[in-house]
């Protein structure tokens, strides 16, 4: 973790380049929500696929097999992400956002907590649990109805009302591609930076991660805030390595 005094320069060295920047945009993941109390994918000891084969409970052949057993992995998760809020990080992008001075949201999460923070412009290119879809139809059904068919049979698939089939929750399983609409505004928003500010993210979960690649090839810079290492550190002209909130605030602080 950065010293107090590595981070405060950092932190003013970011806010500068913010500051300057035109065309900036944020890219998070995971690691921006876990200030809310949702734990990230590989964390030793806490992250979500310690001690489960995530090709064995979230691949898309997973829920065609038996999306009975799909679900009673994944009901869990979205029980767990019911009272889930946005921490302060989440704000300081939306507050960013709000001052002009980043175009938008690109995020790998599907937690919602970004739309609930503020942001407007949010390019969700992993899908959210904000619906859940049934591919018989294209029919949707909300969280809170999904939510609620879990609650009452907890050990079976939530279905489509119309079809009586099982509904596929509207993320992108492992074995999909990400939706073509979201990731090509990605790239092209990527393209077009001036800056990208890569926040909570390992940047090694591909298309995704070849995001800052398009910035810094078509001339931008590249800043980093996330805990430990990842494949751009070397290319990044800003790299924060504390806590994601106490990082994003202090940018704030020093605009």
């Known amino acids: 973790m950065s010293t107090t005094g590595a981070v405060s320069t950092g932190a003013a060295r970011l806010a500068e380049l913010l500051a300057g920047a035109s065309r900036a945009v944020a890219l998070t993941g995971a690691g921006i929500s876990v200030p809310s109390g ?18 064995e409970v979230a691949h898309i052949d997973a829920w065609r097999s038996d999306p009975d057993r799909f679900w009673r992995f994944y009901g869990q998760r979205f029980a767990s992400l019911v009272d889930k809020r946005p921490n302060p990080a989440h704000a300081a992008l939306a507050a960013l956002e709000e001052r002009g001075l980043i175009r938008g949201v690109i995020t790998q999460n599907i937690d919602r907590l970004h739309r609930a923070a503020g942001t407007r412009r949010l390019i969700e290119v992993h899908g959210s649990i904000e619906m859940s879809v049934c591919l018989e139809c294209g ?17 079976e698939a939530p279905e489509c009302p119309a079809c009586v089939t099982p509904l596929k929750p509207d993320v992108v399983l492992f074995g999909e591609l990400l939706p073509e609409r979201a990731l090509a505004e990605a790239q092209l928003l990527a393209e077009e930076a001036d800056l990208m500010l890569c926040v909570g993210s390992s940047l090694e979960v591909h298309p995704v991660a070849a995001l800052p690649g398009l910035t810094l090839r078509r001339g931008g810079q590249v800043a980093v805030v996330t805990a430990g290492p990842t494949p751009y550190d070397g290319d990044a002209v800003v790299k924060l390595d504390g806590d994601v909130v106490d990082e994003l605030e202090a940018v704030l602080a020093a605009l």
């Open 38 to 55: 949702i734990p990230d994918f590989r964390t030793p000891g806490t992250g979500l696929w310690e001690n489960v084969n995530p090709m």
């Open 139 to 155: 029919g949707k059904q909300p969280y809170a109805a999904v939510a609620e068919q879990l609650a009452a049979a907890p050990d």
